[in-house]
């Protein structure tokens, strides 16, 4: 498969440097607006520049990695579905449901490979926590909190768009079914024109709930996950890499064993890759189904806090 990245802002830079230590070879050219930018990675890194899609004379297996900003992501995806691309595309896939779920109709009905680029699903810790599940046995709670310091330049969206929907995807996940409601309340401290902080609880069917905190207004990150479960729980620090295993005797005995859990350590972004290009269609449809699932929760979540009010789904 041949592999050309669209963009080279923060997270294109990233992927061109996962390429050129991992897959030069696969590595077929850039696509940017600034011609000047182009001259530079051609003479530094001997990579091929584009200025559109339209330029590029394409193999029968190629693929476009777009790393363009997120409100651009639906223009550049429905171009490069039109002229028959698979479409690795940062995360999210679109702004808005809609947007992601006409260009998964479009792959679909092209038989043509999407993912959404959520690496965190490939994170070594949150791989570790979801091997583990089955250890503790009938799953009763999430709980998440991910918070962070304001950044130092003024996001285009609020923190459910930049941070919970990470952890709506991994929630999916782990449960692998859609909640039956949500509720949320938001915050706006700092940012002009959206939250800076949002909790949400979903539940389920099965009465399995989950309490997701994503916020900028910490002074320090925190990336935890707990995962309570009628046998035990698990704990996870994604920022340290740590996870442990607690198990508990029958009748609620108080804690018998505590395991530290095995991390393996590698680059989810060289993991994301590779696992986009071993998938076959059907893989990749799974995935981009789950990511656009993830989006129709945000946006249940966000109109949850905004009115105030318990939402079914």
């Known amino acids: 498969m041949d592999f050309y990245i669209v963009g080279l802002g923060n ?6 440097k996962c390429f050129l230590n991992n ?3 696969l590595l077929k050219g850039v696509v940017v607006r600034r011609q000047e930018q182009g001259e530079e990675i051609k003479t530094k890194y001997n990579v091929p520049y584009f200025t559109s899609l339209e330029d590029i004379d394409k193999s029968d297996n190629s693929a476009v990695i777009i790393s363009t900003p997120s409100e651009t992501h639906f223009e550049f995806g429905r171009k490069a579905l039109e002229l028959d691309f698979h479409c690795l595309i940062e995360k999210p896939i679109c702004p808005d449901f809609g947007s992601a779920k006409f260009l ?3 792959a ?3 038989r043509l490979k999407l993912m959404g680029g959520h690496t965190e699903r490939l994170n070594p810790t949150f791989m570790t926590l979801r091997g583990a599940l089955s250890q503790i046995g009938e799953l009763y709670q999430l709980k998440v909190e991910r918070s962070s310091p304001y950044p130092p330049h003024t996001p285009k969206v609020g923190v459910a768009r930049d941070l919970l929907i990470h952890d709506l995807d ?3 996940k782990i449960k692998g079914q859609t909640p039956k409601w949500v509720y949320a309340s938001k915050q706006q401290k700092n940012h002009p024109n959206g939250e800076d ?3 949400a609880l979903y539940q389920w069917e099965d009465k399995f709930e989950a309490n997701l905190t994503s916020n900028w207004l910490s002074s320090t990150k925190t990336r935890d996950y707990q995962v309570i479960g009628s046998q035990g729980q698990i704990k996870a620090d994604f920022l340290e890499q740590k996870a442990s295993l607690f198990l508990v005797g029958p009748h609620f005995e108080q804690e018998r064993i505590q395991q ?4 393996s350590q590698q680059d989810a972004l060289t993991v994301l890759i590779q ?5 076959d269609f059907k893989d990749t449809e799974k995935w981009a189904e789950e990511n656009v699932l993830a989006l129709a929760l945000l946006e249940k979540t966000l109109l949850s806090a905004e009115l105030g009010e318990k939402l079914g789904l």
């Open 11 to 16: 997270m294109g830079q990233k992927y061109l």
């Open 23 to 25: 897959y030069k070879d």
């Open 104 to 106: 998964l109709e479009e």
């Open 108 to 110: 679909q009905k092209r």
């Open 170 to 172: 991994l929630m999916i």
């Open 197 to 199: 902080g949002i909790s």
């Open 260 to 263: 530290d859990l095995e991390i």
């Open 275 to 279: 696992s986009f290009l071993k998938s």
